[in-house]
């Protein structure tokens, strides 16, 4: 079934570790996001990719890193983790135009010890 | 800038009542308003859209470029709308703005 897949749901990890969130889509959508969100606060956008070989930071500073190598996978990693990154993340895609609106993941919750 | 604003973070209403889920934008173009939802233990989810000027679960949804506001509104309330709410722009760089969100709560 087409559809995005974020993978772990629930992570804790200590301090200083190297983590990276799993994010797929298999409906050949072309642009993928990726969303900080923290309780009682909006969505903010750390990356996104138009396509292949294409990423951009988005409006929240972050420390973390993403990769495009494949229109399906739009990895996220934080080279070393800090208590300040606990939060959800949420990976988003969507077609080229956005009258459709974003088909989100399940999220990631992340908690840095 | 781009900015979407829900003033209220928690609305509780009886079921059978009318609700309205405030959102204010401040944007200097044409906008593209959304509304998402995401109910318990689900993935955020498109509710609807201001171009479509459709109606979903009972749930419309007028832009009022005068008062920058596009506020969601059902006439009767159903326990199955708790859920969180959030107010969403279209904007520059083809993405989309997010305001904090509304959590209702539909009391039986």
């Known amino acids: 079934e087409a559809d995005i897949y974020q993978t772990p749901r629930y992570l804790v990890i200590g301090t200083g570790k190297k983590i990276t969130l799993e994010c797929s889509q298999t409906m050949g959508h072309d642009k993928m996001y990726w969303y900080q969100q923290d309780p009682g606060m909006e969505l903010h956008l750390i990356h996104y990719?138009?396509?292949?070989?294409?990423?951009e930071k988005g409006d929240l500073s972050s420390e973390s890193t993403v990769s495009r190598i494949r229109t399906e996978h739009f990895p996220l990693t934080l080279e070393s983790a800090r208590p300040s990154h606990t939060s959800q993340y949420l990976c988003?895609?969507?077609?080229?135009?956005?009258?459709?609106?974003?088909?989100f993941g399940s999220g990631t919750r992340l908690t840095v010890v | 800038a781009q900015r979407v604003t829900q003033p209220e973070k928690l609305l509780s209403v009886f079921k059978g009542a009318p609700v309205e889920l405030k959102c204010n934008y401040s944007?200097?173009?044409?906008?593209?308003l959304f509304w998402y939802v995401q109910y318990s233990r689900q993935r955020l989810q498109l509710l609807l859209r201001h171009i479509s000027r459709e109606s979903i679960k009972g749930f419309t949804a007028d832009l009022n470029k005068g008062e920058t506001s596009f506020h969601l509104k059902k006439p009767f309330a159903q326990e199955e709308d708790s859920a969180m709410y959030y107010c969403a722009l279209s904007g520059p760089g083809n993405q989309f703005y997010f305001g904090t969100g509304t959590s209702l709560t539909v009391i039986p």
């Open positions: 990719s138009y396509g292949v070989n294409s990423t």
């Open positions: 988003a895609s969507s077609e080229r135009f956005l009258y459709y609106g974003y088909t």
């Open positions: 944007y200097s173009g044409s906008p593209e």
